[in-house]
């Protein structure tokens, strides 16, 4: 990742590769210029005086390079889009997050690039920053030659001694460290990362940190009872692992279980998906990975809060040995769950996960799953869901509103539990195809007793496999985590 360093120096005669301005869109087609307090008037008038004709239009991940020529001492001149304004307003901590991180993303290979974006208070501070470092993430562990990030990036602020807008840089950098951990691992070919590489990941990233690692292997599964992970994983020659990170300061007041979904592929298992249905499925581990990183991120900028992290991590194959559809299946705690179709796997393995966190009586239980095809129908691939006790639920749309992820609250109705009955178990594995996000959120309600607690559905969100955009790459996104760490902060 990338240095980021806050600067108040004059823009005209900063020494950078790139100089990057925002512009946006106005009434009449042309643009204007936001932020970039003291950028000469030649350069104003030449990027305002010649936007059409230079392609300039202020949208939303437009992009554009011009030569600086001898008017400024950066060589380059970049001009971002932030998006349509009303008069004499300024963008959104969204937006400028936006724009921070299309201008980082689109500048890869470039050396140093300083941003002049608005930046007068924290909060501007702090999205700029957290903007520029999602969006300088490149993903070259299988390719000779990928186009490094940029390397240095200074942020043009008169905040630049201003202790909190550097605690908000430090902040932008744990949580960006946090999500491009997230993004490496939902980008790992599934080859190398199985559920017991998988849990050495756990270990090895949480090594001389504050956070705790223990991990159960398919014996320790077996004799607890872990059947949800067991079953899951029993189609595959590489099994089943539950993980457990701990980071509890000794300060905490209040406790927050997070349960991950891991299944570090998925095929379908004997109920196989289509060809064409596999090919994101390394990314079915997401959940368990943002748990995994909000956990190390927690520890790092010392929340006082206590935080388990639960990643229950399973191979989902078809073989001999795979679990069949109508076979019974004991979870952790008891409960039996027939099941009728073997890619309904992930609420599975979460069942265990929760029964175990439940168990240590948390404040607050919230678990993160690439759940359901049906989040993707209901609310696309950049909008996730969210279920659960009503206050939570709650709280976490506020949490992803802070962050500037977007997740939408979605009912539970009662009317759904019913087509989860069966007929020889306490519940089957699938319910009604309409509404069949819902009908997971209910099955997972099932095992998280009274604990508040809410179930967050990235399916669609948390693996980009269109355009990359704004600070968001193509392939693994790192959704999650930064809703997640607002809500651990909250609390």
């Known amino acids: 990742m990338p240095a980021l360093t806050l600067t108040a120096k004059d823009l005209s005669r900063l020494d950078a590769d790139v100089l990057v301005v925002g512009v946006a869109p106005t009434t009449d087609g042309g643009v204007r210029v936001v932020g970039a307090a003291g950028l000469p008037d030649a350069v104003v008038a030449l990027v305002t005086g010649s936007a059409k004709v230079l392609g300039i239009s202020g949208d939303v991940d437009a992009l554009r390079r011009l030569p600086a020529g001898d008017l400024l001492a950066a060589q380059v001149l970049a001009v971002v889009g932030v998006g349509p304004l009303d008069d004499d307003a300024v963008p959104t901590t969204e937006a400028l997050r936006r724009a921070a991180g299309c201008a980082t993303r689109g500048l890869s290979g470039v050396g140093s690039v300083a941003l002049a974006l608005p930046a007068e208070d924290v909060a501007q501070v702090a999205a700029v920053a957290e903007g520029a470092l999602l969006g300088a993430y490149v993903f070259d562990r299988y390719r000779a030659g990928a186009t490094a990030p940029v390397k240095q990036i200074s942020l043009l602020t008169p905040l630049a001694r201003d202790g909190a807008a550097k605690k908000a840089v430090a902040r932008a950098t744990t949580v960006a460290t946090a999500v491009h951990g997230t993004r490496d691992l939902v980008n790992a070919a599934p080859v190398d990362l199985f559920p017991a590489a998988f849990a050495d990941a756990a270990r090895a990233a949480a090594k001389g940190t504050k956070v705790k690692v223990s991990v159960l292997d398919e014996k320790a599964l077996a004799a607890g009872g872990y059947g949800g992970l067991l079953a899951v994983g029993q189609g595959s020659a590489r099994p089943p692992r539950l993980v457990k990170l701990t980071y509890a300061p000794l300060r905490a007041q209040r406790s927050v279980a997070l349960v991950g979904k891991g299944i570090t592929f998925d095929s379908g298992g004997l109920s196989i998906k289509p060809a064409k249905g596999m090919e994101a499925m390394k990314s079915d581990m997401a959940g368990a990975a943002a748990v995994l ?3 190390l991120a927690a520890a790092a900028l010392e929340l006082p809060v206590k935080v388990t992290g639960w990643l229950c991590l399973a191979e989902n194959m078809p073989s001999g ?11 952790y705690g008891g409960k039996t769950v027939e099941v009728l179709n073997t890619d309904a796997e992930g609420r599975l393995v979460l069942a265990d996960g929760l029964v175990a966190a439940c168990e240590e009586r948390p404040d607050a239980v919230v678990d993160v799953a690439t759940l359901t095809g049906a989040q993707v129908v209901a609310l696309g691939t950049r909008v996730s869901a969210v279920m659960g006790t009503e206050d939570l639920r709650r709280a976490v749309v506020e949490a992803a509103e802070r962050a500037g992820e ?16 069966s007929s020889v178990a306490d519940l089957a594995n699938i319910g009604d195809r309409f509404g069949g996000m819902l009908v997971a959120g209910l099955f997972l309600r099932e095992f998280v007793g009274a604990t508040p607690w809410a179930h967050l559905d990235i399916a669609g969100p948390a693996f980009n496999e269109a355009s990359a955009h704004g600070y968001t790459p193509v392939g693994g996104t790192g959704v999650a985590v930064r809703t997640l760490l607002e809500l651990l902060e909250s609390r």
């Open 293 to 295: 990183h909000t956990v």
């Open 321 to 331: 040995t795979a679990q069949r559809p109508s076979d019974v299946i004991t979870q």
């Open 406 to 421: 977007q997740f939408w609250p979605m009912p539970l109705p009662e009317e759904l539990r019913a087509s989860l009955k």
